[in-house]
């Protein structure tokens, strides 16, 4: 069973500050990952995707991957009340039919006023 | 508006009655996939489907049954041999379900599924 692990929680930060959300997974060979944002009673929405080592950004989000340290991590910069949510980090796992998704439990993300 | 849609969103059941969720999506995807989220979890894999009429079980399917018939369905079925089925459950789709772009899964609404 491939693992993916996440500190729950609560991340408080106050706002306009960063938040640094970070995982690690258990499979090397892991090519694809992601991160989502899921608010209480929704659905997950994709934030960020990476693929290769090295730094991604894409508006206040930055998405950081060592493949070698099997650590994906992400920050988001001036954070607001409204990036209050659970974050989630998933990682891709090739199989015979298919690749699949093995996501961790979340970090839960509040941000202060 | 191409999306995923998943009814009824809420849901509730007798014990020893079998339900169906239903999943659509219109986004011309390959793969899609069944997962089941308790309170305070994450996502778990119960069924996935890369493409049609051929699935896999994924990490919790018994007591489940899913059917690809047609590209843009994947029903899932929870059977009265589901032990503790009150649960939210989440439909996605990706694009052929291989690595990259292809990995990305995309999220319904869910149904939140509750046995009294």
């Known amino acids: 069973q491939k693992e993916v692990e996440q500190n729950s929680g609560p991340l408080s930060v106050p706002e306009g500050a960063i938040a640094s959300l970070n995982c690690t997974y258990s499979?090397?060979?892991?090519?694809?990952f992601f991160w989502y944002r899921q608010y209480s009673g929704k659905s997950p929405e994709l934030i960020m995707s990476?693929?290769?080592?090295g730094d991604k950004e894409d508006g206040r989000f930055t998405a950081q991957l060592n493949k070698a340290s099997q650590y994906v991590s992400l920050l988001i910069r001036d954070s607001q009340p409204s990036d209050s949510a659970t974050y989630l980090c998933?990682?891709?796992?090739?199989?015979?039919?298919?690749?699949?998704?093995?996501f961790g439990t979340g970090t839960q993300l509040k941000v202060e006023l | 508006d191409g999306g995923i849609t998943q009814s009824p969103k809420y849901l509730f059941r007798k014990e020893g009655q079998n339900v169906t969720l239903s999943c659509e999506q219109n986004?011309?995807?390959?793969?899609m996939y069944w997962y089941r989220q308790d309170p305070g979890q994450g996502l778990r894999l119960i069924y996935y489907?890369?493409?049609?009429?051929?699935?896999q079980k994924g990490d919790i399917a018994e007591g489940y049954s899913v059917s690809r018939e047609k590209k843009e369905s994947f029903p899932l079925t929870v059977t009265s041999a589901q032990k503790n089925p009150t649960a939210f459950y989440l439909c996605?789709?990706?694009?052929?379900?291989?690595?990259?772009?292809?990995?990305?899964?995309?999220f319904g609404p869910g149904t939140r599924l509750t046995v009294l």
């Open positions: 996605a789709s990706s694009i052929d379900g291989l690595a990259g772009e292809g990995d990305t899964q995309y």
């Open positions: 998933a990682v891709n796992e090739v199989t015979g039919g298919g690749n699949k998704l093995t």
């Open positions: 986004l011309n995807h390959d793969a």
């Open positions: 489907s890369q493409i049609v009429n051929d699935f």
């Open positions: 499979d090397r060979v892991s090519q694809s």
């Open positions: 990476i693929y290769s080592n």
